[in-house]
């Protein structure tokens, strides 16, 4: 084998020049052959020959036909050849004889070839297909007409700067796409990558270096020495940082003309921990780019872990480096990983994000004071009530009170007005302009089984869901102060028939707060009297309102109905209000914007994307696994564990099936995610970035920060700002209903469990609108043909869809729902699919759990647990988003910085 005059390395592949220094080598003398082109394989001249193994004109099968030498290797020899069934150029690889003759490395070699031929990106060279023929086995790949940059650097020199971030950029791309498809390449190095004839660069020898693995069990490491990482010199496995420890390689020879062992010390061969850190760019070039120097120098760290995560982190810290625009502008659809890796730094200044802070304590200190006075009437707490309500009943029916029960809150039922038009116009210019706020009460129901709802998607008992329909079970009713309005019973087989009536009717005149002496028994309704065998009314003359009735009903002597009335109002009812009012144009916004098109459209795009086999499976594993595991939480937390157990809950003993329930939420959001997320992140993949990152555990990454700092800001300001406006309309007398609790409020002052039970809703809520608004987004991008468009009429369909056309002051509440949820669809498209779930999050949790700066009352624990949840967020979004900058940063801290700006 020659050896270089110059650097005394031995030549392994034919040519003018050394590959290793780029000396000038004397001419070999071509060996005669008595070969043919018809000659069998295994008769013609050696691979020591200029032609290799075989001559120009040589046919393989009756496919291919030779046409020259292009190199050979380590790896073996790679001939031109013509495919005469396509009539296309194509370039074929022969594997050392070794390889070939090894059963292991040709299955290892098939499965290299079935993984590397998936690569289709414009930087790659093609892998076709694996063949064999006359004996001789070999791989076809794309034919590449073009120069390699080694033999490019040698004759030119290093390029121009900007043609060098250029290459760069390409290379970075092409090894991106390959990793992305779990191909390593194991040789990157100057002479693997192609210029082709319109200067784009072509990385060539993908995933074949793999079957020198076993090379290392004959004591020699696998690869280049002069661009293996140091760990592969150790003997270790390579693995995608090896592979970036060879791009800086590449990179610094691109930008300094000179490989960068030339300019190292070599290490001790009996020391592979020695130190050899190669000269600082900068120090051999003038002029080259800061950031292109770091990214050398961390690609060539010597600890795998400190070196750049991936080539796609390589380009985002290149000049300009932007993968999402670059793929974009070559009509790709940019992949998960790439997004994930974006040169997206996402870190803002710590003033900027002290400014988000600020804006979320101002909001909920509004939402506070807003919502302070309504908590007011909340009386006695639950777990008072409650014991006064299973009093009561035990009192009232003579029995102890069933082992399940359910309890809540909720506001006193208005029953619609009697009144004539002609009355109701006459009395509307009497009535104040402004309703009073409905009563709050408190119930309480009872079963001797375990709780069965009609409703599938729910597990919490309500007040009327299921009916009773156990002997035994009762429901009791009573205001916030613990006076008995209603009760329900439905008596125990075989109960006796013995009547105490004097004494049931005493103990429930005093459960109603009334001294039996001093109320005056009045004829009960006609509907009581045929409703049992036994009834009884009296006026409870001490009442604020006069008319105010008891009403009583027993069978058989037990207590089976009790309603309190004022006038023919009933305070505490406990049947069902219907509302037979016709659907409105709301009501079907919602049902089209939030049903019809996500179900449809999601199915419809799920069942594309999975016949095309796209899709990031890793996120929409993680979209299903959370919604199933937050709704699992929400329906534990929801229901009485010490009565039920928790694996009664599982399996669906009880309530609604919650895990069936769960899975079924979570299935269909799968979908939805594998529906939607490959157009997004085709359309839109800068929204998909810091959620491509939380997928892949990197939570520490300043994006991620922002991103949830944004959306905490956003979401506490949103439901301020639309209290704010309603407490606006009611100071200047507009006619405005009075400020309410939300029920799901009611839900959670209940208990501690009930907290937790609508923090995990929340959190699920924000994954489920978050992805249906997406799906809404895109559907109409589907339509529109145009992003701006689609955000358009986005905003137009959610503003129609969630006002209130029953309101008097529509020509204020537009607008602000505009400004409101244009600001949303702002932080959707600017921050993305975390900052908009993290909005939907935070202001779900606005409006479901207590906001009081009365920290006397009973709610106040609530509330600050709730304060703790915020600070988490801000806490994690704050540190994380300013990345470790101080909040006051002296600018001559960074001396390279200090020389951009200066520069600039």
């Not at 029916?397 to 208005?414: E, F, K, M, Q, V």
């Not at 006038?567 to 406990?574: E, K």
Request: hydrophobic share 45%.
């Amino acid at each position: 084998m020659p050896v270089c005059p110059s650097c005394k390395r031995e030549i392994d592949t034919p040519g003018r020049f050394c590959p290793e220094c780029g000396a000038a080598l004397a001419a070999a003398p071509e060996r005669p052959t008595l070969s043919s082109p018809d000659t069998p394989p295994s008769s013609r001249a050696s691979s020591s020959s200029v032609h290799g193994r075989f001559e120009p004109g040589t046919r393989l099968g009756t496919r291919y036909r030779v046409v020259g030498l292009l190199g050979r290797g380590g790896m073996g020899e790679v001939y031109r050849a013509d495919d005469l069934e396509l009539s296309q150029s194509v370039a074929l690889k022969f594997l050392p004889e070794k390889v070939a003759r090894n059963a292991a490395d040709l299955a290892r070699l098939r499965q290299e070839v079935r993984i590397a031929r998936q690569i289709a990106h414009p930087n790659v060279c093609r892998t076709y297909d694996i063949a064999e023929a006359d004996g001789q086995v070999f791989v076809v790949m794309e034919y590449v007409d073009g120069e390699d940059l080694a033999s490019v650097l040698r004759r030119l020199g290093r390029p121009t700067p900007d043609k060098a971030i250029e290459i760069a950029r390409q290379l970075c791309l092409g090894l991106g796409a390959a990793h992305e498809n779990g191909v390593l390449h194991r040789d990157l190095k100057p002479a693997n990558i192609m210029i082709d004839g319109r200067g784009r660069v072509r990385i060539t020898d993908f995933g074949l270096a793999g079957t020198a693995e076993e090379l290392a069990a004959e004591g020699r490491a696998a690869g280049t020495p002069g661009y293996m990482a140091p760990e592969q010199l150790r003997g270790g496995a390579a693995s995608i940082q090896s592979d970036i420890f060879a791009l800086g390689l590449v990179l610094y020879e691109l930008f300094t003309g000179k490989r960068a062992t030339d300019v190292t010390p070599r290490p001790d061969s009996s020391r592979p921990d020695s130190d050899s850190s190669p000269r600082t760019p900068s120090s051999l070039v003038a002029g080259v780019d800061p950031a292109v120097e770091r990214v050398i120098l961390r690609c060539l760290e010597r600890d795998p872990a400190r070196r750049p995560q991936s080539a796609y982190a390589v380009f985002g810290a290149l000049p300009g480096g932007d993968p999402l625009a670059a793929a974009v502008a070559a009509g790709e659809t940019p992949s998960p990983e790439l997004v994930a890796n974006a040169g997206v730094e996402g870190s803002i200044r710590p003033l900027y994000a002290g400014l988000a802070v600020l804006v979320t304590v101002i909001s909920m200190l509004g939402i506070s004071a807003i919502q302070t006075p309504l908590f007011r009437g909340l009386g006695k707490p639950p777990s008072i009530l409650s014991v006064r309500a299973d009093e009561i009943l035990t009192r009232a029916t003579g029995h102890p009170a069933p082992r399940y029960s359910s309890d809540g809150i909720r506001y006193a039922p208005t029953a619609k007005d009697p009144m004539s038009r002609v009355d109701s116009l006459t009395a509307a210019k009497t009535k104040p302009r402004i309703k009073p706020e409905p009563a709050k009460q408190y119930w309480r129901r009872w079963s001797p089984s375990a709780f069965r709802m009609e409703e599938l998607w729910d597990s919490r008992p309500s007040l009327i869901d299921p009916p009773q329909v156990y002997p035994g079970s009762g429901i009791v009713l009573v205001d916030m102060e613990g006076r008995l309005l209603a009760l329900e019973a439905v008596p125990l087989s075989g109960a006796d028939s013995s009547e105490a009536r004097g004494v049931t009717w005493a103990v429930l005149l005093e459960a109603a707060g009334r001294e039996p002496s001093r109320v005056v028994a009045v004829p009960p309704p006609a509907a009581f009297v045929a409703y049992a065998d036994t009834v009884a009314a009296w006026r409870l003359s001490d009442s604020t309102a006069p008319e105010t009735t008891l009403v009583a009903a027993a069978i058989r002597g037990r207590v089976v109905r009790v309603e309190t009335f004022a006038g023919r109002t009933a305070l505490g009812r406990l049947a069902v209000v219907t509302n037979d009012s016709a659907p409105g144009i709301q009501d079907w916004f919602q049902v089209i914007l939030l049903l019809v098109i996500p179900l449809v459209g999601g199915i419809l795009l799920a069942r594309r994307n999975l016949r095309a086999k796209r899709g990031d499976i890793r996120g929409a594993l993680v979209v299903g696994i959370s919604i199933v595991i937050l709704f699992l939480l929400y329906h534990l937390f929801s229901t009485n564990l010490g009565e039920v157990g928790p694996f009664a809950i599982l399996v669906g003993m009880t309530a609604s099936a919650p895990l069936g329930h769960a899975l079924i939420r979570g299935v269909t959001m799968l979908l939805a995610y594998l529906a939607i997320e490959p157009y997004v992140r085709r359309l839109w993949p800068s929204v998909l970035v810091s959620w491509a990152r939380l997928v892949a555990g990197r939570l520490r990454d300043p994006i991620i920060g922002r991103d949830v700092l944004v959306g905490v800001a956003a979401g506490a300001a949103l439901p301020f700002v639309f209290m704010g406006a309603q407490s606006v309309e009611r100071a200047l007398g507009m006619p405005v209903d009075p400020g309410r609790l939300s029920s799901l409020l009611f839900d959670t002052v209940i208990s501690v469990p009930s907290v937790l039970a609508v923090v995990s809703l929340a959190l699920a809520l924000g994954i489920f609108r978050a992805t249906t608004f997406y799906t809404i987004l895109l559907i109409l991008r589907f339509v529109l043909r145009n992003n701006r468009l689609a955000a358009i009429a986005t905003l137009v369909l959610f503003v129609l869809a969630l006002t209130d056309y029953s309101s008097k002051s529509l020509w204020l509440d537009i607008p602000i729902s505009l400004l409101a949820w244009g600001a949303v669809l702002w932080v959707a498209l600017r921050f993305g699919y975390v900052s908009l779930a993290v909005v939907v999050i935070v202001s779900s949790l606005s409006d479901v759990l207590p906001w009081t700066l009365d920290f006397s009352s009973w709610v106040a624990p609530q509330t600050m647990f709730a304060w703790g949840i915020m600070a988490v967020l801000l806490g994690y979004g704050f540190l994380t988003a300013v990345g470790g900058k101080s909040l006051f940063s002296d600018p001559l801290s960074d001396p390279v910085a200090t020389g951009v700006r200066a520069r600039k």
